[in-house]
C-alpha cells in the first residue's frame, strides 16, 4: 500500500538569535511531527529521534519532565543552516492516537515509523539526510538507516552499545544486585522467546505483561552488532555526567564502527545540559528546567560534523 503523506499548512516563523526559521507541522496518519526550516533554502535534512519512554520531540516526558532538549537541539541545527525533522514517538503525546492498543506495539514499529519519516523527506526534496538518535532513538535511527540511500550520515547521542536487557541488569545493579539478579532471570526467559508470568512485584514497570512483547523485540538487538552494517559517517556523542549511558557505551560504539568520529563532552548528562556527576540531584534537577541551556559543544560538534560531508 503506498503511504500517503499530509504536509499541514500550519506555518510558524519564529526568530532565534537574530535568524529567522519556519516551523512546520508535518504528519504521517496518527503520526505527527515538527519540521524546523532555514530561512536560507537547503538540501540537507536531519532526522532527529528522541529516547525511551514517554518521550515526545521536545525531549520531555508525560513522567513530568520538561527540558526542551531536543527542541533546542533541532532550533541550534536549524539556526545552524540545515532542516530537522523532529516528532513524537507512536504512542506518545500527538501521536498516541497511533497506538490502540499497547500489547500490540513492537520495537519494529519504531524503525518503520523512522523509515516512513525518512521517506518523507526525501519526498519532499531533501537530498542528503542525517539520521540523529538520543538515547533509544540511536538504535531506532541506525537501523532505519541501514541500506537507505538517502542516508549520507548518522549520529548517535547517548546510544547504547549493549542490548537493552543487558543495560537494565546493569543500571538495577547499581541499586539493588537482588533485584538485577530477578531481571536477569526474566530478560534471560524474554531472550529464549518465552513470556514471563512471575516476577518480582518491584520489577513491574519492567516486566509489566502488556509490554513484554515490546521488550522482547527490543532486546533482541545489539547496537554495537548493528552499527557494523552501516558504510557511512559516523559520529558518536556522548557526556561525561550522563547517569544513565555512560561513556563506556560510546566507547564501545567506536570500537565496534572505528572509522567512525567519538565526541565526548565533558560535563555533559543525559538530557544533553550541564550537571554535576557526584550530585544526583542536582543532576536530577537539570531534567525539568527548560530554560537551561544545552552543553556547549553538543551543536557546534554536529555541525562541524554535517558541514564536512
Known amino acids: 500500500m503506498k503511504t500517503t503523506f499530509t504536509l499541514l499548512i500550519l506555518l510558524l516563523t519564529i526568530s532565534l538569535n537574530g535568524q529567522s526559521l519556519e516551523e512546520k507541522a508535518v504528519e504521517i496518519g496518527e503520526l505527527k511531527g515538527t519540521l524546523t526550516i532555514p530561512s536560507k533554502k537547503t538540501s540537507t535534512a536531519i532526522l532527529l529521534i528522541a529516547g525511551s519512554g514517554p518521550t515526545d520531540r521536545n525531549g520531555n516526558s508525560a513522567l513530568g519532565l520538561n527540558n526542551n532538549s531536543l527542541k533546542m537541539v533541532a532550533q541550534e541545527l536549524t539556526e545552524g543552516g540545515y532542516a530537522v525533522l523532529r516528532y513524537d514517538k507512536r504512542g506518545i503525546a500527538k501521536s498516541k492516537g497511533a497506538v490502540t492498543d499497547q500489547a500490540s506495539v513492537r520495537f519494529d514499529d519504531f524503525i518503520d515509523d523512522a523509515?516512513?519519516?525518512?521517506?518523507?523527506?526525501?519526498?519532499?526534496?531533501?537530498?542528503?539526510?542525517?539520521?540523529?538518535?538520543?538515547?533509544q532513538g540511536s538504535l531506532v535511527g541506525m537501523l532505519a538507516a541501514q541500506g537507505n540511500k538517502n542516508v549520507k550520515a548518522f549520529i548517535s547521542i547517548a546510544g547504547l552499545a549493549e542490548d537493552a536487557g543487558e543495560a537494565i541488569i546493569r543500571q538495577l545493579s547499581a541499586q539493588s544486585?537482588?533485584?538485577?539478579?530477578?531481571?536477569?532471570?526474566?530478560?534471560?526467559?524474554?531472550?529464549?522467546?518465552?513470556?514471563v508470568n512471575k516476577f518480582n512485584p518491584y520489577l513491574v514497570s519492567i516486566f509489566n505483561p502488556a509490554i513484554q512483547p515490546f521488550l522482547k523485540s527490543y532486546i533482541t538487538y545489539v547496537p554495537s552488532e548493528e552499527i557494523k552494517k552501516l558504510d557511512i559517517p559516523v559520529l558518536i556523542i556522548n557526556g561525561t555526567t550522563d547517569l544513565q549511558i555512560n561513556i563506556d557505551q560510546a566507547n564501545q560504539l567506536k570500537a565496534a564502527y572505528p572509522q567512525g568520529e567519538l565526541l565526548i563532552i565533558e560535563g555533559m548528562n543525559h538530557v544533553l545540559k550541564d550537571a554535576p556527576k557526584d550530585d544526583l540531584a542536582a543532576n536530577a534537577a537539570t531534567y525539568n528546567d527548560p530554560e537551561l541551556p544545552l552543553s556547549e559543544g553538543l551543536v557546534s560538534g554536529m555541525l562541524t560534523f554535517i558541514d564536512k560531508l
Open 115 to 135: 523509515k516512513s519519516w525518512l521517506e518523507m523527506l526525501a519526498n519532499e526534496g531533501y537530498d542528503d539526510i542525517i539520521v540523529a538518535g538520543h538515547s
Open 177 to 195: 544486585p537482588v533485584l538485577a539478579e530477578d531481571a536477569r532471570v526474566n530478560i534471560d526467559s524474554l531472550k529464549a522467546g518465552h513470556t
